[in-house]
């Protein structure tokens, strides 16, 4: 799986999710939960998922507010949250950057950031996994998670020489 991801002009290339699977899973949460139905937490919902790549709170705002004006950061934010607990969203720190939101589904990946343009590439890598397993069992660690990011320059921006941020080398 190689999915491409940014908010720059690069196109985006990504799978579309199964809204309507989604959709179930938070109305299970709401219910397991006692939380108020919410067509607008649908409505995010549904919105976050066209968008199809990681996002801020504030463009997804903005995407939210194209469907209705009427919806306001807070219920954004609330929303964020409510996907969060449910398991359906991740909010990512994504290094010099804001906080950037995207849908779990039941496929693991990693991430490859342009620290030019901030493109976000997602990829899975069996090797790399196994190799991640080996290496906290040498040191004795039970694996439960972890997160692989890798920085670097996008072909795009390598192709157009375009550095205006700085490039951190290792």
Known sequence: ?????????????VTPPN???????????????KLKSSTRRELILETLASIGRHVTAEELLRDVRTRDARIGAATVYRTLRVLQDSGIVAERHFEGGASRFELLGDDHHDHLICTVCGAIV???????????????????????MHRHELYGVCPKC???NATSRPVRRM
Do not use: P, W, Y
Not at 1 to 13: E, F, I, P
Not at 19 to 33: I, K, Q, S, Y
């Open 1 to 13: 799986m190689t999915r491409l991801d940014t908010s720059t002009t690069l196109a985006s290339v």
């Open 19 to 33: 809204v309507e699977a989604l959709r179930l899973r938070l109305r299970d949460h709401v219910l397991r939960n």
């Open 122 to 144: 997602e990829f899975e890598d069996d090797v790399i996994e196994h190799e991640q397993k080996r290496v906290a069992a040498d040191h004795g660690f039970e694996l439960l």
């Open 158 to 160: 390598r192709a157009s």
